[in-house]
């Protein structure tokens, strides 16, 4: 159509959606579950939350467990009714801050190479969870400063930082907080969701992996070499570094349960330095030793008795991947091996 911009009559292509329908996809056949004609100088978010409050309040909370819909979607307040739907936010172990700008981040219900999509409510980019890296948007190319961190148990956390701050489950929304929506997603011998791309058969693909990188250099860590070892001690980009794992960690993705889940094990990885002296370590079933000072040290690299009591080891940033994931975004990642 012909319209007037910045004074001049220019030819414009406009695009408009007239009808707005949820459905559910997961079936042979998409069912309907309800349908909203565009009014008047409504646009087809406005329509989409329209309709969604409406479902919301005949089917009840949480009718459906994820929501997908195009990018003509993807706006804050879409996204934002969304989750007050139920439906789980995601949060990343990395620096919100970039260039001095704080951001807030929630899942934008997508995935890459079956791996999470997240968008910051600032700019509505998006960023790819395993690379931390805006994929979509004015930030595209911008990557956020991966902290360390890790996933252990309950028990190991509170007994190391026993003052430590816990998440509320009192959040002033329903949810279903300790249950699995995902039973069985991380069985060994099963296949990556979603995922379609090329494999590398050095490992199976649902193997958990420690992953580092430093200078140019990526390695793997695969938990069933862990487990067997205990403490692998290595050189990643010419830097040392050590490897400590224990078992006692309840995966996440195996029973609805989330406490039931088959024992997986806990990693983190450490410079193996204090007070610039390189110390070697040694498994000795559940506890881990330094050999030189013979003090015990947790997953957590604090040491709990011994001359080193209460000294930390530096944490080195490291990931907790799926094999497959990892190996789409470094191919060349060196597997560790006894």
Partial sequence: MQRHVDGESRLVTEYYHRLVVIAVVSTPFPIPLGRRFQQPGEGEGECALVLLRALTARLGRRFVDVLVGDALYCTAPVVQAVE?????????????????????????????????????????????QVSGKAIVGDLT?????????QIVSWAAFRGARPGGKVLSRETGHHRPYGRNPYVGYDHINASPFLYTGERDPRL?????????????????????????????????GGVPIV??????????????????????????????????????????????????????????????????????????????????????????TRIWSP
Avoid at 217 to 232: C, H, K, N, T
């Fill in 84 to 128: 007050a739907l139920g439906l789980d936010r995601w949060n990343t172990s990395a620096n919100r801050r970039l260039e001095g700008q704080g951001y807030d981040f929630g899942t934008t219900g997508r995935l890459y190479k079956s791996a999470l999509v997240i968008y910051d409510r600032q700019t509505e980019s998006w960023w790819w």
């Fill in 141 to 149: 190319g911008k990557r956020l400063t991966v902290l360390p961190s």
């Fill in 204 to 236: 199976r693909p649902m193997e958990r992996v420690v992953t580092v990188s430093i200078r140019g250099e990526d390695v793997a860590y695969p938990f069933s070499r862990l487990e067997r070892v205990g403490i692998v001690h290595d050189t990643v």
């Fill in 243 to 332: 490897v400590f794992f224990q078992k006692g960690t309840a995966s996440a993705l195996d029973t609805s349960d989330l406490a039931s889940g088959q024992d997986v094990g806990a990693a983190g990885v450490f410079m193996p330095v204090i007070d610039g002296r390189r110390l070697t370590f040694t498994a000795r079933g559940m506890q881990i030793a330094d050999d030189q000072t013979k003090s015990t040290w947790n997953i957590l690299g604090q040491a709990t008795a011994g001359r080193l009591s209460g000294r930390r080891l530096e944490p080195v940033v490291h990931g907790n991947h799926f094999w497959f994931s990892w190996a789409s975004y470094r191919p060349g």
